[in-house]
């Protein structure tokens, strides 16, 4: 089966340069989360987006941003980045509205292999 | 709020003995848990989820985990440890718009 696909898998980044992480849903899946897992850490979640909107904010820098577009796959836009940025970040994909109409309220997260940015 | 705690942060368990990884919740309401698995530098696989259908959730590679609501449990099983389970085990909730997860627990497979 198809499954979440994030490019790149690694980076590496200077400070204060800008980095932008993609993400490919599942096929049909039409929410996409971004969480960010520092060293040692459990996942935070960042931001979500449903059908092209963005549906929830979390701790999220005011130097990153993110959009989901219309093939529904999905970019983190980084800027200035800083030292504490590097981290694992995952993108994770779920359905949440069903063909037949009704809401999925499971709608479970399907993860990506996450991509691991170093800034140096 | 809803939230999740998992007790131990490293667990060490012989190759062939009991699993146990705990996880207990925290939630004014009927929660959604899942437990998922992180391989060394991989992502996080789902190995199960509680969505009230049944209190005895079977999950991938052998887990299973029981929702207790007496005790506000979500304990993650697997009756005989193998070499391939050294990973770390994170217990989530879902809350509106995302997953809040517990720190995770690191397990050990000792021969």
Redesign the interface.
């Known amino acids: 089966a198809a499954g979440?696909i994030q490019s790149p898998r690694h980076l590496i980044k200077e400070k204060r340069e800008t980095a932008t992480l993609k993400c490919y849903p599942i096929p049909r899946h039409d929410t996409v989360?971004w969480?960010q897992q520092g060293p040692g850490?459990?996942?935070?979640?960042l931001i979500?987006f449903y059908e092209k909107m963005q549906?929830?904010k979390?701790s999220i820098p005011d130097r990153f941003s993110a959009q989901q577009f219309s093939d529904y796959h999905s970019e983190l836009n980084m800027s200035s980045l800083e030292l504490g940025d590097s981290a694992l970040y995952?993108c994770?994909s779920s359905l949440y509205l069903a063909s037949g109409g009704e809401i999925r309220?499971?709608?479970?997260?399907?993860?990506?292999?996450?991509t691991?940015l170093t800034v140096l | 709020a809803q939230s999740v705690t998992q007790l131990g942060s490293h667990v060490s368990v012989s190759e062939g003995a009991l699993v146990l990884l705990r996880c207990n919740y925290s939630s004014s309401v009927p929660p959604y848990l899942f437990w998922y698995v992180q391989y060394p530098n991989q992502g996080l696989q789902l190995l199960l989820k509680y969505t009230s259908a049944a209190t005895l959730v079977k999950g991938i590679n052998g887990f299973e985990a029981e929702f207790k609501k007496s005790e506000t449990s979500f304990h993650l099983t697997k009756p005989s440890a193998h070499m391939s389970d050294a990973a770390e085990y994170f217990c989530a909730v879902k809350v509106p718009g995302k997953l809040q997860f517990g720190a995770g627990t690191q397990v050990v497979v000792t021969p």
């Open positions: 979440v989360y969480y850490q459990d996942p935070q979640f979500s549906s929830d979390g995952f994770a309220s499971t709608d479970t997260q399907y993860f990506g292999p996450g691991r």
